[in-house]
């Protein structure tokens, strides 16, 4: 299948996953074990690919992001 971005980025919303952890005072491992508990099971090496915009995020794992570090869908897509 032809990538239809041409950036080396696979996904928008890392560097906001990454402000929100940062500002919650959480490390990607304490971040990994809480989407644990809600059954989305992303490690901490995934999670820094994600932060890195090199791992494409799912549905499920952006809402339970959201969640857990109690943010809202738009503030991840850079909508407010």
């Known amino acids: 299948m032809k990538r239809i971005l041409d950036t080396e980025r696979v996904n928008i919303i890392g560097d906001r996953i990454k402000e929100a952890r940062i500002n919650a005072n959480m490390s990607q491992k304490t971040l990994s074990e809480k989407l644990e508990l809600m059954a989305v099971y992303t490690c901490r090496g995934s999670l820094s690919r994600i932060e890195n915009g090199r791992r494409a ?3 499920i794992e952006i ?3 959201s969640k857990v570090l109690n943010v ?4 991840l897509f850079g909508r407010e």
């Open 57 to 59: 995020v799912t549905d």
């Open 63 to 65: 809402d339970a992001i």
């Open 72 to 75: 809202s869908l738009d503030y």
